[in-house]
């Protein structure tokens, strides 16, 4: 019971830093082809400036519940994709330094300099995000004490032994780009005005296009790569809803940006992210890192879970926190909502 | 290179760098809440501008806090598995604590505090600065407890796959050395933004500009910077000296360079430890004075070195022992300097004193040589443990990550680290040029557009 919670616990972590990161990595993206001049680059950037770093902060304390409620899989998984891992990091610092400190250099060859960082590495951890997913989904050759160490590549094929990137590992990096910068431009649609929120809102429809074409293709190639991953749907059919959800909040993407409602749009968004995740962790519960090498090396929820003092204990806080949290942070928006106003003291 | 010595640079090396931001803005965090109630209190539009211009100095510190802390919490997994898959149950709660209690809080308040001036109250805005300080005190705390249990392994209990779990939550948060640690390691950041913001106003003073500012930050600078000088020594580092006395016998007398058990230990004021020889070459001693520091009577026993298994010494002693005393000695530097400055700003002197200023200028980088080579003597003291007297740092590692692997991301982290050194030098020094005094209208709106 403890193992179910915590599992959904740390799923809905992830979720919530998609969903919120999501958003600001995809207005990153976007930024260094959607405007086109200085005054529109500002209202971007203020558009994500007071919310993007306690958005990372679902990362971090994802990153901790993971740690101390699944020991194993921490080690396992951050020691076996060391050397993505450290890419991330480096591109999360480049990130979060371009974006906050370009408005502490009034030189214009500075500014073009961080601008062009933060939307590159923006682009990067997208990329890197879904393939890191996809790597999950498909396996690891975990050795039998538990570990495994992954090249960046070997023969771009998913066998046995294959590497960070592969084709249905890009597959997965794109998905997470095309989606994440669909999300972005939702969100420039709500905080932006005039031409800049016009431009907006038209780069969503061949977004969509290319975000339905990539959302079948990988779910056909997720069932290639692993069949097992529709035991959870045919032996709970009602579950299949989540799929049905997908494609539901597809449709709702495109209906609402037309009728021009971006809050029902970007909250569609919202839910296929919430839907395409969700989707991905039932696909493997109750494994939470499969084995190339033999489905008796898989990292199960049983194999990995503390101790149930920790757990019992940790529910506790960790309710009480998140709920504080979510309290904080429905506050901060609040206080931000509605359209960036550069006359209103930058925001 | 073993991968051992490369995954321990690769901690070290990005934990030191990291902390030299976190120690300010901690700092900083109070002093900034002095500011904002002074202005809230008078109506002063001189404070508040005051506690804008540390604000902007805060945010930057800020980001390079948070990016340079982000592989900290990733490292225990990347380069320390071994360790993480065993401790995960107890010290993985403070750290997802820290991020569920304190990131969130701090994040929040720190967007309105800066973003949101204009759309909230005075009083909000006031109350937006004390939730920043309460964040990032409260973020000390969940590390402070973490680094705790591994000096100073409290409240658990070994399950049959060798995993630990906590026994008892509240005592893990309680350990004795956490708490010590804490009221120490706090003083400590209290200090560096003390000496930040006295050696801002000594500038502007000795500049001959914005001398207004210039005594605000020397007046709230220097107070700070006394009674935490103070603190530091007694009772926060005397106490968490005699603590680590009686539980790290080993860590103590690799710190004091005592290589044999003596009834009336001396103090060595300075010298170096000679592991050949076992003895300090060149050393400067007062008797009896660490006995009676630890033990409060000149005669008591110290057990040395010669007390303790080899493999049990403090893997780097001589670091060990300069780390300590660089730290000691720097803090009698800083009691001293705050007490003659503290003297004439009583008597109305310090404004106009400039061999002073200077002194308070030239003094800004040394909180945080002191605070670093603070902790290296509390991380070095532990060695050769990962987890006091539990689990041995060779044993920690992650083995299936290479030494050729780890010191390929060591120096790519080194290079990143020198271009935002490099930056952040940059960054800083022009705000500091700028200062605290509004830009001209007509130069914002240019900006604007």
Known sequence: MMGFIWFWLVAVMIVGYVVLDGFDLGVGVLHLFLVRTEAERRATLASIGPVWDGNEVWLLAGGGTLYFAFPLLYASAFSGFYLPLMIVLWLLILRGVSLELRNHLEVGVWRVLLDGLFGLSSALLTIFFGAALANVLRGVPLQADGYFFLPLWTNWQPGPHPGILDWYTVIGGLLALVALTLHGALWLTIKTSGELEDRARRVVTPLWFVLVALTAVSLAATIAVRPASLNNYFNYPATFIVPIGVVASLGGIWLFNRKVQPVKAFLSSCLYLFFMLAGACWGLYPTLLPATTGADRDITLSRAISGPHTLAVGLVWWGFGMVLAIGYIVFVYSKFRGKVDLRAGGH | ?449
């Open chain 2, 1 to 449: 290179m073993t991968a051992e010595l490369i995954h321990r640079l690769h901690f070290a090396f990005t934990i030191t760098f990291h902390y030299l931001f976190p120690q300010l803005t901690m700092g900083l965090a109070l002093l900034i809440v002095v500011l904002k109630s002074v202005a809230l209190k008078t109506g002063s539009e001189q404070w508040d501008r005051a506690a804008r211009f540390w604000g902007r100095i805060f945010a930057i510190n800020f980001v390079f806090g948070v990016v340079t802390g982000i592989p900290m919490e990733f490292e225990f997994g990347t380069n320390w598995a071994r360790f993480a898959r065993l401790s995960g149950g107890v010290i993985g709660q403070p750290l997802a604590m820290e991020g569920v209690f304190s990131f969130f809080l701090e994040s929040a308040f720190l967007g309105l505090f800066l973003y949101g001036e204009k759309r909230i109250s005075k009083l909000m805005h006031w109350f937006s600065a004390v939730m920043v300080f309460v964040g990032s005190w409260v973020s000390g705390f969940f590390i402070i407890v973490t680094d705790a249990w591994m000096q100073h392994p409290v409240a658990y209990d070994r399950l049959p796959n060798g995993q630990f779990e906590v026994l008892s939550f509240w005592q893990l948060l309680l350990n004795p050395w956490a708490l010590l640690q804490y009221a120490h390691n706090m003083t400590g950041a209290v200090i560096t933004g003390s000496f930040v913001m006295a050696a801002v106003g000594a500038f502007y003073l000795l500049e001959g500009r914005l001398d207004e500012y210039g005594r605000v930050f020397l007046k709230v600078g220097v107070i700070a910077g006394l009674v935490a000088s103070i603190l530091i020594i007694f009772p926060t580092g005397d106490l968490h000296g005699k603590y680590v006395a009686r539980n790290q016998p080993a860590a103590m007398a690799g710190m004091e360079g005592l290589f044999k058990t003596e009834n009336g230990a001396g103090m060595v004021l300075i010298g170096q430890p000679n592991e050949d020889t076992g003895q300090i070459d060149n050393p400067i001693v007062v008797n009896d004075a660490l006995s009676f520091l630890i033990y409060g009577t000149t005669k008591a026993e110290v057990k040395g070195l010669d007390q303790i298994p080899h493999d049990q010494w403090p893997t780097a002693l001589p670091l060990l022992f300069y780390a300590y005393h660089i730290m000691a000695g720097l803090g009698t530097w800083f009691a001293l300097l705050m007490i003659v400055s503290a003297f004439l700003l009583w008597r109305e002197r310090l404004y106009t004193a400039r061999w002073a200023l200077w002194a308070l200028l030239l003094s800004f980088p040394l909180p945080y040589i002191a605070n670093t080579a603070g902790w290296m003597t509390a991380e070095l003291g532990r060695q050769p443990w990962l987890i006091y007297g539990l689990m041995r740092t060779s044993e920690g590692y992650s083995n299936t990550v290479s030494a050729s692997n780890g010191l390929f991301t060591l120096l790519g982290f080194m290079g990143l680290y020198l271009l935002l050194g490099i930056l952040f030098t940059v960054l800083i020094y022009r705000e500091i040029s700028n200062g605290p005094e509004p830009k001209l209208p007509a130069v914002e709106a240019i900006q604007a557009d």
